[in-house]
């Protein structure tokens, strides 16, 4: 029986193991950490994720997207919280479509279960090395010090963003190439609890968002009418910055001026401050993602800033790909992994783009009149000529359209729209009736 090693039993290391053992594969999975389903760690980077159309596919193909349904609260649109405590809704899709909160915990969980159907789970065992010459992995017992190895036919670095397969083996190749940049701005959960009856104190089936332009509070909701809250904002060096907030009243005053609406709900949010820590954000990006049958998939080949809620739904769709290529290729690792570098390399790339490009989007531009009539032409095009405007946003949370092929169908519509705009001098004020005529010249 052919054997693959998958390292990481997070998100992408889990779901993939999954698919390997529906190939045929006798698979060992290696996990640094304890098992998550019993010993009781932190869900680690965030509490909850968005998934979209790339993951629930990615899901669906080995019969888990149901199960996971069961704990998905769909969110059709971005709620923004105005500094004069005005709210906006901006629809993201179609009517019916949305993006799914889910609780990271839960779905690895549910995942792990699925893959120990039928694979070797090993908790507690860091990998320190792969001699990908002889497909050879070295483990370390991170309780009993003890190391070990093992040979696989295929070997998957399922890591994570700082996959120590990535470092101490592949960074070590002649011609692999490497960067790690840092953005200014890091992240401080907070959990919004629910009210004391236990309804929520947001609506919940939207994507909270307080626009600030340098800086921004989100909230995804959780399945006990919690809310997991993100504040994203500069390190350092900004009036408006994580360096500043050094005592509790004055992560009070900060809250009670910028998030008014939100301090009168969590009055005690500084209590909770320093319980949360503060997490630092990173685009790293490589190539080759493989060498002979080493690969890496998910965060470790592709990490990206969290944006626009695409990096698991990437690292799934990573599966998506590489199971098809196994399928065309009959599991000729050398095509597969070839091919898998060729078609996803640019993906990776254009996903780190979009999610970098996307936070301006929600700091600031969505609180910005023009940026909101834009929406509402775009929507309005979509609706009257859906196969000849499809907006970014859709593409890239609503199919599966490479996420390059996206960004740029995306660049371009941007131009043409505020094209439209000019040549038409159209404004918030002008009439729906008199913009659909304008519209059906243009587009139809
Ligand atoms: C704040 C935040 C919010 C996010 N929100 C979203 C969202 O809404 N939607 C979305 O799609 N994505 C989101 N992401 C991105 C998402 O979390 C990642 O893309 C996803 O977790 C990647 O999965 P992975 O399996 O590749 O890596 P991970 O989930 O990091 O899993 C890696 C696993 O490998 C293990 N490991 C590490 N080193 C070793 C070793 N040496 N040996 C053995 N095991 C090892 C780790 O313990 C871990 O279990 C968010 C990220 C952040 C930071």
Not at 276 to 303: E, K, Q, V
Not at 321 to 341: A, F, I, K, R
Not at 433 to 444: A, P, T, V
């Amino acid at each position: 029986m052919k054997q693959a090693i998958v390292i990481g039993s997070g998100l992408v290391g889990s779901l993939w193991a999954v698919y390997l053992t529906k190939a045929g594969y006798k698979v060992k999975v290696y996990e640094r950490r304890p098992d998550m389903r019993k010993a009781n760690i932190a869900a680690g980077k965030s509490i909850n994720l968005a998934t979209s159309y790339r993951g629930w596919k990615a899901l669906d193909a080995v019969g888990l997207g149901d199960e996971i349904r069961k704990v998905a609260i769909p969110m059709y649109g971005r709620t923004m919280h105005l500094p004069d405590g005005s709210l906006n809704f901006q629809q993201y899709g179609a009517d019916g479509q949305a993006i799914y909160s889910v609780s990271r915990g839960d779905i690895n969980k549910k995942l792990m279960d699925a893959a120990e159907t039928s694979a070797e789970l090993h908790f507690d065992e860091e990998c320190t090395t792969v001699d990908m010459e002889h497909n050879t992995c070295y483990f370390r017992n991170t309780i009993t010090g003890h190391m070990s190895s093992a040979k696989g036919d295929v070997i998957f670095a399922t890591d994570g963003a700082f996959s120590a397969v990535r470092y101490t083996s592949m960074q070590k190749m002649d011609r692999f190439n490497y960067s790690q940049n840092y953005i200014e701005d890091g992240y401080k959960e907070i959990l919004l609890p629910a009210n004391a009856d236990g309804s929520p104190k947001l609506a919940v089936n939207t994507l909270h968002i307080w626009p600030r332009g340098r800086f921004m509070l989100i909230a995804l909701p959780n399945f006990d009418n919690s809310f997991t809250c993100t504040l994203f904002m500069p390190m350092d060096g900004h009036e408006h910055c994580f360096r500043n907030l050094t005592s509790k009243e004055k992560v009070d005053v900060f809250f009670k001026e910028m998030f008014t609406d939100f301090h009168a709900m969590m009055p005690e949010v500084s209590d909770e401050w320093d319980a949360h820590p503060l997490s630092s954000l990173a685009i790293i990006r490589c190539f080759p993602w493989h060498y002979n049958n080493t690969a890496l998939m998910g965060d470790a080949a592709h990490a990206t800033v969290p944006f626009y809620g695409q990096g698991m739904n990437c690292g799934f769709e990573d599966c998506t790909v590489m199971w098809e290529l196994m399928q065309q290729h009959d599991d000729n690792w050398p095509l597969v992994l070839g091919e898998y570098d060729r078609l996803r390399k640019p993906n990776g790339d254009a996903v780190q783009d979009l999610s970098l490009n996307n936070y301006l989007v929600m700091r600031d531009k969505v609180a910005d009149p023009a940026f909101q009539l834009q929406l509402k032409i775009e929507r309005r095009i979509a609706e009257l000529y859906p196969d000849k405007y499809f907006p970014l946003y859709s593409m890239v949370s609503f199919t599966d359209i490479a996420y390059h092929e996206a960004l740029k169908r995306g660049a371009a519509q941007e131009v043409s729209i505020w094209q439209f705009i000019d040549d038409h001098n159209i404004t918030a004020a002008t009439e729906q009736k008199d913009i659909d005529s304008l519209i059906h010249l243009r587009f139809g």
